[in-house]
């Protein structure tokens, strides 16, 4: 099984320095961070196989600041770190994946998540 690795965009790619979940939330944003965990094989080929295209399309999305998909080593684990502009871009993220190929493909999986300065 081959290990997919997702890097963030860099800071000349933003053309501004990250921020902080601290800084980001006082302007607004929206920080996610946690893990997906597979239970199975099966779930783990979803997620390979599906992941660089989720990749891609959320960073493209209007609003997405950061989008980190980092694998832990036991095979079955990614570190997840999303950070959005506001909530309506988070929401709008959160919409697209639900009607997308990754969200059919990984709905099984299990998301662990901590969202910050979402309100309501």
Do not use: I, N
Not at 34 to 56: F, I, M, N, S, W
Not at 80 to 91: H, K, W
Request: charged share 25%; proline share 4%.
């Amino acid at each position: 099984m081959a290990a997919v690795v997702v890097h963030a965009r860099s800071v000349d790619d933003q053309h501004e320095r990250p921020r902080s979940a601290g800084e980001q939330a006082a302007v607004g944003g929206v920080r996610l961070s946690g893990q997906l965990r597979c239970a199975t094989p099966e779930q783990v080929d979803a997620v390979l196989g599906k992941l660089p295209e989720h990749v891609a399309l959320t960073r493209a999305e209007p609003g997405c600041l950061r989008f980190d998909v980092v694998p832990l080593g036991d095979g079955l684990t990614w570190q997840v770190e999303e950070v959005f502009t506001s909530a309506a871009a988070f929401r709008a993220h959160r919409e697209r994946v639900a009607a997308s190929a990754w969200g059919a493909a990984t709905a099984g999986v299990e998301r662990r998540y901590r969202v910050e300065g979402l309100v309501g």
